[in-house]
């Protein structure tokens, strides 16, 4: 109804549940939420011309949970949208919101710089990192410069550990940060950004990122 009421030119669809176990918990609601809803955004869009932004994962990639199945199930019901559509796939995001989500991790690094009291975290699992200035950034100039039918993924090429995104951002502030278990020999890879690039979108290193995020 909003749709059809606003008429909207481009919708920026980033509606869905981020947890994963919540997903696993909750398979029902979560194939509402993270999968039907987009197919009834669609249908408005097509209904009124519209086209869509769809901020989906890079779980959608490879998926090993629900919520990727989700995300990837998704990503092909956002390209039916006749007027275009760019899909971008973020990792981790961090950064400062006034709706920064309660159980993500940028949000225990808020609560930790509050408190100002040591803390651990998970030095193993290695993540991708989105920046979320970052995304929006990249959002207004896919709408600037009209890329339409493509799909790309929105991080920083190293791939960091929590406690390592942690560190660097409490740290400043004179948190003390411990890992929670022994350094080990981790596979560590560089993304591959040249899709970025080659559409002369700005791609940013991790450095980069972390010295915005404190600054924020």
């Known amino acids: 109804e909003l749709v059809s009421k606003e008429k909207p030119d481009v919708i920026v669809h980033c509606a869905n549940n981020a947890s994963k176990e919540w997903c696993d918990q ?10 039907e809803a987009t197919k009834y955004i669609v249908e408005a869009a097509n209904g009124v011309g519209s086209k869509i932004i769809y901020i ?3 779980a959608a990639v490879s998926p090993k949970n ?9 990503e ?10 760019t899909i971008l796939r973020p990792g981790v995001i961090i950064g400062y919101s006034p709706k920064i989500k309660k159980d993500g991790i940028f949000s225990t690094l808020m609560e930790n710089i509050r408190k100002k009291v040591p803390v651990a975290y998970d030095r193993v699992k290695l993540k991708e990192v989105t920046y979320l200035g970052y995304l929006c950034e990249i959002i207004k100039i896919i ?3 009209n890329i339409w039918r493509e799909i790309f993924s929105v991080i920083v090429p190293e791939l ?9 951002i409490l740290t400043p502030f004179g948190i003390p940060i411990t890992g ?3 350094d080990q020999q981790i596979s560590r890879k560089e993304e591959d950004l040249s899709k970025l690039k080659e559409f002369h979108l700005p791609t ?13």
């Not at 909750?26 to 999968?35: D, G, Y």
């Not at 019901?77 to 559509?85: C, L, P, Q, S, T």
């Not at 960091?160 to 560190?167: D, G, L, N, P, S």
């Open 26 to 35: 909750n398979p029902q609601e979560a194939i509402a939420l993270n999968k």
């Open 56 to 58: 989906s994962s890079l």
């Open 66 to 74: 629900l919520y990727g199945e989700l995300k990837q199930k998704s």
């Open 76 to 85: 092909k019901i956002v390209e039916d949208v006749k007027a275009g559509y």
């Open 143 to 145: 709408l600037e410069k």
């Open 160 to 168: 960091k550990t929590k406690y390592e995104i942690a560190k660097d």
């Open 180 to 182: 929670l278990v022994d």
């Open 204 to 216: 940013y290193t991790y450095k980069q990122i972390i010295s915005k995020i404190v600054e924020e």
